[in-house]
T-cell receptor
Framework: AQKITQTQPGMFVQEKEAVTLDCTYD???????LFWYKQPSSGEMIFLIY??????QNATEGRYSLNFQKARKSANLVISASQLGDSAMYFC?????????????FGSGTRLSIRP | ETGVTQTPRHLVMGMTNKKSLKCEQH?????MYWYKQSAKKPLELMFV???????ENNSVPSRFSPECPNSSHLFLHLHTLQPEDSALYLC?????????????FGQGTRLTVV
């Protein structure tokens, strides 16, 4: 069965430092998509970055990059030069191949707190 | 105008009440979703609609009844809920159901059942 695991319930990081949020997944599908979302206290889930299972290069979006290691089934999010506004819950998510592409499943999340 | 709008933002209802949650997307997407987010639990997919047709019902109790009159609107009708149904209900939309398609979320409706 497909599963997303985020092993860090909470993290504290000093402002301007880089931070890595861990995500591992389990699937037997060959085609899938990996996503990271940010959820501030307001509740809205904000899409950050996407990585396809066939993409050979790691995805980058501004200060966000995804460290994709397919053989290890990991898709860690790296935030460079963290800012106070980065404090939020972060969720790793996966969408499966087309036969069940209607499903996006989420990990349990990591609460990131940035210290000034 | 935000991409995905949910109303109301907060709702308190008794167990015998009937209420509805509304979701509207202004992104021209074809797929819409309902998720439930409870404290200390991962987001749970409830329903998926694609071109107004339901493609996924994730074993959701019948006291939750979705409705999708068109690709831009999605409702969740609630009746005889239980206190454990208290949660944040998130609506999302996506262009399609392919693996490389991200979903965009609304701000959610915080539901409290008393």
């Amino acid at each position: 069965a497909q599963k997303i695991t985020q092993t860090q319930p909470g993290m504290f990081v000093q402002e301007k430092e880089a931070v890595t949020l861990d995500c591992t997944y389990d699937t037997s599908d060959q085609s899938y998509g990996l996503f990271w979302y940010k959820q501030p206290s307001s509740g809205e889930m904000i899409f950050l970055i996407y990585q396809g299972s066939y993409d050979e290069q790691n995805a980058t979006e501004g200060r966000y990059s995804l460290n994709f290691q397919k053989a290890r089934k990991s898709a860690n999010l790296v935030i460079s030069a963290s800012q106070l506004g980065d404090s939020a819950m972060y969720f790793c998510a996966m969408r499966f191949s087309y036969s069940s592409a209607s499903k996006i499943i989420f990990g349990s999340g990591t609460r990131l707190s940035i210290r000034p | 105008e935000t991409g995905v709008t949910q109303t109301p933002r907060h709702l308190v209802m008794g167990m015998t009440n009937k209420k509805s949650l509304k979701c509207e997307q202004h992104l021209g997407h074809n797929a819409m979703y309902w998720y439930k987010q409870s404290a200390k639990k991962p987001l749970e997919l409830m329903f998926v609609y694609n071109f107004k047709e339901q493609t996924e019902n994730n074993s959701v109790p019948s006291r939750f009844s979705p409705e999708c009159p068109n690709s831009s609107h999605l409702f969740l009708h609630l009746h005889t809920l239980q206190p454990e149904d208290s949660a944040l209900y998130l609506c999302a939309s996506s262009q399609d159901l392919y693996v490389n398609t991200e979903a965009f979320f609304g701000q959610g409706t915080r539901l409290t059942v008393v």
